[in-house]
């Protein structure tokens, strides 16, 4: 079973900054290409950043470029996504997911591994 603890949700006002977690604890995520995707209410997930298997060039939705950044630590085996600048579309769920040894993916092949972060844009 693929196991992640995905954290740093929360209430945020307008203009803010967040950092989202996740962190593996069943399996590597340097065997993966990674990503993190969001679902908003009412609307379709969409993948907002990613990072391809066993390599380090980062690809950002063009909604979010510029405000997101991802990365990841293989020796912690986790990864996070800090966020600034938050608007009220940022609202939605935050999952962190990926697929097995992928150089590149669409994202109906990615596997959304937690029960997500809510993040709450609101002031």
């Known amino acids: 079973q693929l196991q992640v603890v995905e954290s740093g949700g929360g209430l945020v006002q307008p203009g803010g900054s967040l950092r989202l977690s996740c962190a593996a604890s069943t399996f590597a995520l340097e065997d993966y290409a990674v990503g993190w995707f969001r679902q908003a209410p009412g609307k379709q997930r969409e993948e907002v950043a990613c990072?391809?298997?066993?390599?380090?060039?980062?690809n950002y939705a063009d909604s979010v470029e510029g405000r997101f950044t991802i990365s990841r630590d293989n020796t912690k085996n986790a990864m996070s996504l800090r966020i600034s600048s938050l608007k009220a579309g940022s609202t939605a769920v935050y999952y962190c997911?990926?697929?097995?040894?992928?150089?590149?993916?669409?994202?109906?092949?990615?596997?959304?591994w937690g029960r997500g972060a809510q993040v709450t844009v609101s002031s």
């Open positions: 997911g990926g697929v097995w040894r992928a150089a590149a993916y669409v994202i109906a092949s990615v596997s959304c």
């Open positions: 990072i391809p298997y066993g390599g380090t060039y980062q």
